[in-house]
């Protein structure tokens, strides 16, 4: 009987224990530590630990900064990390379901924190905002999160986001009521602006450089405020009462100071977006599949020999289905833009390349790939930076010559064991085709079927579901001074 009974608790807290895992893990990844190098870099830096944050993202260069308020008063740069996956094209969000990343100056408040976060972390953006209320703009739940996958949000590694959340947890253990995000479609230079002077968007993105501008020249959080159904920033009503979103702008109170430094910067920029214009910089569009990542994770996943593949996919066992992975492929298709805004199509960004054999070219002779066409813009690092492009071409043999796409939904044993043979790079001599047996009436039809029958069983990322790109090849963080 004592036998029984020791039996039985040993069964009941192996149970237990099974079933406190993920909590206890969730847990752990919420209070996770600033880690020591970034502690150090706060301290070269002279921000206090827990003084407050600030947060911009830019779409078109896939980066996330985090700004800290060094002990002058004024932000400071922190840290740029590579974003690995947003969703959607440049531009805001407008309604539930478009898969835009939204765009803007989001407030975000403790309550926002997720640590239970079914993409490792997350932090609610605050969408929609007063500003996208007046423009009856619809959705909800749109977070900067972990996982690399993306349907809206801008996502992350979970090494990644795992640093953003401790050291945005901080900030509100020191006093901070809320972090503002400043979320735009690109960096606000003259170029970018030259460029896309004719977007159908321009006027919102440039009411948003004006509070960029405002940042910029003060490195103080601009107030943010909504009249007329556009953003205002530093200013308050002069009759003292409070701003209607929809109703038109009232007299209002502006610092002096700031407004003429701020005018002085729009002059500025101004003046060199018409000299690139004239220049011949050329009005452009660009069109994404389905978003972005940065370019130093695209060259990871050309780099990467696919035994170190199958390693790093042995740490995400998620299958969120929702990021689109062969929507990354290559980059934007840019579109030139007529002096009346209509498009005509001038070019496409050249495809990355990918190590993978033709699936016609003989097995026993591997063809090189070479290197992507440009590089990414340099993002130094806080941590190592593990991004370095092959000095030599990388192959793969004929057994293995599926995109690398296919090859990366197959992590895991979704499509197959990792232990599988690879089969030899010599090639085989096929056995000569010998004559079939006569059919059966009917029989295609019932092939048919079971082939359907037996498609319907499978699980869903089986029957063609995108999974999201692994965290391991893209787990890197980076900072610029």
Aim: aromatic share 6%; glycine share 6%.
């Amino acid at each position: 009987m004592l036998k029984r009974l020791v039996l039985v608790s040993s069964i009941a807290f192996a149970v237990a224990a099974c079933e406190d895992d993920a909590t206890y893990s969730r847990s752990v990844r919420a209070s996770q530590p600033v880690p020591a190098k970034t502690l150090a870099l706060m301290e070269q830096k002279d921000m206090p630990r827990y003084a407050p944050v600030l947060i911009r993202s830019y779409k078109k260069e896939s980066e996330l900064e985090i700004w800290k308020q060094t002990k002058s008063g004024k932000y400071a740069l922190l840290k740029t990390y590579p974003i690995c996956r947003w969703s959607g094209q440049l531009g805001p969000k407008k309604r539930e379901g478009d898969r835009q990343a939204p765009e803007g100056f989001y407030a975000i408040t403790p309550a926002q924190l997720n640590p239970n976060s079914n993409y490792y972390l997350s932090f609610n953006i605050g969408y929609p905002n007063t500003y996208d209320r007046a423009h009856g703009r619809t959705g909800a739940h749109l977070m900067v999160h972990g996982a690399c996958s993306s349907a809206g949000c801008y996502s992350m590694t979970d090494e990644q986001i795992a640093e953003v959340y401790a050291i945005v947890r901080e900030a509100f253990a020191g006093g901070q009521k809320a972090v503002q995000m400043q979320a735009m479609p690109f960096r606000m230079t003259p170029e970018n602006l030259a460029k896309h002077r004719l977007d159908p968007n321009i006027a919102f993105w440039r009411n948003l450089k004006e509070g960029s501008d405002h940042f910029e020249v003060t490195k103080q959080e601009p107030q943010v405020a909504v009249c007329g159904k556009r953003y205002v920033f530093n200013a308050k009503p002069a009759n003292g009462q409070r701003l209607d979103p929809a109703a038109a702008c009232p007299p209002l109170e502006v610092d002096e100071n700031i407004a003429v430094a701020v005018a002085q910067k729009q002059r500025a920029d101004e003046a060199k977006v018409a000299e690139l214009v004239s220049n011949g910089t050329k009005a452009i569009k660009l069109v994404y599949a389905d978003g972005d990542q940065h370019e130093s994770f695209r060259r990871r996943m050309a780099a990467v020999e696919e035994s170190n593949i199958s390693v790093f996919a042995q740490s995400n066992q998620r299958a969120l289905e929702v990021s689109r992975p062969d929507a990354l492929a290559s980059g934007p298709r840019v579109i030139e833009l007529d002096d009346n805004g209509r498009e005509k199509p001038i070019t496409e960004s050249k495809p990355v390349q990918v190590a993978v054999q033709a699936a016609s070219a003989p097995a026993a002779a591997p063809a090189p790939v070479s290197s992507p066409a440009a590089a990414a813009p340099e993002v130094t690092s806080a941590t190592t930076a593990v991004a370095a492009t092959p000095s030599q071409p990388v192959v793969a043999s004929a057994a293995n010559g599926r995109p690398l796409v296919d090859r990366i939904l197959s992590f895991g044993g979704l499509f197959g064991s990792k232990d599988e043979p690879q089969a030899d790079a010599t090639a085989i001599p096929a056995p000569a085709d010998a004559p079939l047996p006569p059919r059966r009436r009917g029989a295609d039809a019932s092939s048919a079927a079971g082939k359907k029958d037996r498609q319907a069983a499978l699980p869903p990322i089986m029957r063609g579901a995108q999974a999201p790109l692994p965290p391991g090849l893209s787990a890197y963080t980076a900072q610029t001074n």
